[in-house]
């Protein structure tokens, strides 16, 4: 089988202004979650707001991914997307009005976040229609490695930009950046139809296609194996601060601590993305099985080289979910496209958000390293029961919705 390489996605015409305008929109989200952060902290002096900054945006994935999904699909994707970045832009522009309160502060940074897995659906739906055939994959991954760069660049820049410029003014210049983002896909992409929509409420467009996501036994398992790994594996994350501070590396180790799975994340992504789509497919299963393994080695307590080799390897093996997008979007009927993204990426915020608030409650309790293994021999037998999950629905004859879907 032949390998589609990442040329081939930047050779299509649509698809280069649409990774520009996620470039420009996810580095300005970073950088406005860093000026945002600063804002209430100088604003109230309490780390418990600060830090609810950044918790606001976890929740509303869930919103956006269940009773507001169908808005993906009932409307043409274009206007979805440029829609999504001027209201962003509008919420945005106005955290940048000094003199509000920081209930008001929190308040746009939720509405902000709920019209982000809207956005991410309609986007991720409308790939393989501008991106058509195996090179669709590669363009779904090329997303993601900009999503996890932008952790590594974003944060960095926004604390750089904040020596120099006010955090409003910050945050005025994320809201222009959404709108040159809209401009761009606007002017970038040609407009399509809408996938679905019954031309019934919002509402009942959203529960029916949340009854058809999980009511397929194949998109089921899929969506499981997406989420069930990065609750456990985002223990390390989660406590690293106390984790650097314990083996007295302080904000240099916290720093590598940090950026070591974002950055395996990225070389995983892109080395997968030259390998054939049936070597992709094989690695699938191994990999996802595999992920949480190295995160054993924190029962040995490392100092930061082992740690964040350790936090490297299982970056790396999130190479997997390049074979499984394969999968996944073989196995979502089109009409249902945009909705699945919407619950696929609403589950996956909200599962990682469970699992920082859990692995962080056992901490209290439990040293941070042990919390770290624990999570990972849990991680372990969970993805094992999700794969094997996974391996039967790839044969279950009663869901029709997986017609030329790839076998495991």
Not at 19 to 35: D, K, P
Not at 237 to 252: F, Q, T
Not at 332 to 361: C, D, K, R
């Amino acid at each position: 089988m032949a390998v589609t390489r990442y040329g081939a996605v930047f050779a299509v015409r649509e698809y280069r202004p649409m990774f520009v305008a996620h470039v420009i929109s996810m580095l300005g989200t970073m950088v406005a979650e860093v000026a945002l952060s600063v804002l209430v902290y100088r604003s109230t002096g309490s780390p418990f707001l600060t830090a609810a900054t950044f918790a606001v945006g976890f929740v509303p994935y869930a919103l956006g991914g269940t009773l507001l999904a169908s808005i993906a699909d009932r409307y043409p994707t274009r206007t979805v997307l440029v829609w999504c970045n001027l209201v962003s832009a509008a919420l945005i522009a106005t955290m940048a009005v000094p003199g509000l309160p920081v209930v008001a502060l929190l308040g746009l940074r939720f509405a902000s976040a709920t019209v982000a897995p809207i956005f991410g659906a309609a986007r991720a739906a409308s790939i393989p229609e501008i991106v058509p055939g195996p090179a669709a994959v590669l363009a779904r991954s090329l997303i993601r490695v900009v999503t996890q760069s932008a952790q590594l660049v974003g944060f960095a820049v926004g604390g750089l930009l904040l020596v120099v410029v006010s955090p409003r003014f910050a945050l005025a210049g994320e809201a222009a950046g959404f709108v040159l983002s809209a401009l761009l896909l606007r002017l970038g992409t040609r407009w399509r139809p809408a996938r679905g929509g019954t031309g019934g409420s919002m509402l009942g467009d959203s529960v029916r296609g949340l009854r058809a996501v999980f009511g397929a036994p194949r998109i089921r398992a899929l969506l499981a194996l997406w989420w069930v790994p990065p609750v456990f594996a985002v223990a390390p994350e989660a406590l690293a601060a106390p984790y650097a501070h314990g083996i007295g590396r302080g904000s240099v180790g916290l720093g590598l601590l940090m950026t070591a799975v974002p950055a395996g994340a990225v070389c995983g992504e892109l080395g997968a993305g030259l390998l054939s789509a049936r070597l992709r497919s094989r690695l699938v299963l191994p990999l996802a099985t595999g992920s949480l393994l190295p995160l054993t080695v924190f029962v040995v307590h490392p100092g930061l080289l082992v740690a964040v080799l350790a936090l490297f390897a299982a970056g790396l093996c999130s190479a997997y979910l390049v074979g499984l997008d394969q999968w996944f979007l073989a196995a979502v009927p089109e009409p249902l496209a945009g909705q699945a993204m919407a619950v696929n990426s609403g589950g996956l915020m909200l599962g990682q958000a469970i699992g920082m608030a859990a692995a962080g409650a056992a901490a209290e309790y439990v040293a941070p390293h042990r919390v770290v293994v624990i999570a990972a021999l849990l991680g372990l037998g969970a993805t094992a029961a999700t794969v094997h999950r996974v391996r039967r629905s790839a044969t279950a004859p009663a869901d029709r919705t997986l017609a030329g879907a790839p076998t495991c």
